[in-house]
């Protein structure tokens, strides 16, 4: 069975400061997504990382897989106050043929402190 | 641009009572469709899929249905609703290399 862990669960940071979220997956996938979640809210697509070596970035945030070591990381460089959120990883794989699914890590929350 | 709808938003429903959570997609068609929870405080858990009309898998065994009537319609159920049931529910589409989730629909069962 797939495993998706994420650590930390719980972040609590000062603005300015820089800090990584790790995403480990237990078995092969290409895809691997990042996402956040503000409270009583649906998810909001971040990055979408398609390849081993892929690096995506964003604002002050960055995303890069390995999918050789099934690990992704989500970087924060000088945090701002509007990056506190619940961050989720998930890895992609197939179900069926023509069909696939998401499978989540346990999400890591983000809180911000002036 | 594809875009889900979900509805209704929020949800408040006894014990035993039937439910029914509809998800429509636009933009695309023949889409992978898919039903996830959120138990609170908690990651994404897929509870159905569906690869075209009238194809239903379930992933988890629970009190809940799944129909998919029309290609862009996708349709929760449940005929007794349990206390167990309460959670944040959302529709997806994806296709390889991107998935887009509903609004989401946050049912209390009291």
């Known amino acids: 069975e797939l495993k998706v862990e994420q650590n930390p669960l719980f972040l609590s940071m000062q603005e300015g400061k820089n800090y990584t979220i790790y995403c480990n997956y237990s078995t092969t996938s290409d895809r691997l997504y990042w996402y956040r979640q503000d409270p009583g809210k649906s998810l909001e697509s971040l990055f979408v990382l398609l390849s081993n070596g892929a690096v995506k970035q964003e604002g002050r945030l960055m995303a890069s897989l390995d999918t050789k070591a099934r690990l992704s990381t989500l970087h924060i460089t000088a945090a701002v106050h509007d990056l506190s959120a619940t961050y989720f990883c998930a890895v992609d794989i197939l179900i069926i043929q023509g069909a696939q699914k998401l499978v989540f890590g346990q999400g890591t929350r983000l809180t911000i402190n002036p | 641009s594809q875009t889900i709808h979900q509805w209704p938003a929020t949800l408040v429903q006894p014990v035993g009572s039937p439910l029914s959570l509809e998800c429509t997609v636009e933009?695309?068609?023949?889409?992978?469709l898919y039903w996830y929870r959120q138990a609170a405080g908690r990651g994404l858990q897929l509870l159905f899929y569906s690869v075209g009309i009238g194809q239903i898998s379930s992933e988890v065994p629970q009190n809940l249905s799944a129909s998919r009537p029309q290609d862009r319609q996708f349709i929760l159920s449940s005929k007794k609703l349990l206390l167990s049931d309460s959670g944040f529910y959302l529709c997806?589409?994806?296709?390889?290399?991107?998935?887009?989730f509903g609004q989401g629909t946050r049912l209390t069962v009291v």
């Open positions: 997806a589409w994806s296709v390889p290399g991107e998935a887009f």
């Open positions: 933009g695309t068609s023949n889409p992978n």
